[in-house]
């Protein structure tokens, strides 16, 4: 089994930072991608920033140019740096990993518990 375990979430005021970090504990063989979507009240879950093994970032437009999403591949570790929060970044926020278990087995996507992160106008 693979466990994904995010922390970091909290509550800020607009403008302010947060870092969130989300570690990938069990049976692994590697991780492809990692990322991290999030989910707002009455909305549907977004993607907000991936990360390839390799480092290749991609990011959805409204978060680009203030967060950054990094990962530690010794570590089995993925981050989302949070810069000049907004009110509408609240939400609860995912982070994924696409796992192989095995050298043959079929790499699955697991998701974390969530984190909920508030930002306050």
């Known amino acids: 089994q693979v466990q994904l375990v995010e922390s970091g979430g909290g509550l800020v005021q607009a403008g302010g930072s947060l870092r969130l970090s989300c570690a990938a504990s069990g049976t692994i063989f590697s991780i492809n991608a990692m990322g991290w979507y999030r989910q707002a009240p009455g909305k549907q879950r977004e993607l907000v920033a991936i990360i390839t093994k390799g480092g290749s970032t991609n990011y959805a437009d409204s978060v680009k140019d203030r967060f950054t999403i990094s990962r530690d591949n010794a570590k089995n570790t993925v981050y989302l740096q949070m810069n000049s929060l907004k009110s509408e970044d609240t939400a609860v926020y995912y982070c994924?990993?696409?796992?192989?278990?095995?050298?043959?087995?079929?790499?699955?996507?697991?998701w974390g518990q969530g984190t909920q992160v508030t930002v306050s106008s």
């Open positions: 994924t990993a696409n796992v192989k278990v095995r050298p043959l087995s079929a790499p699955r996507d697991y």
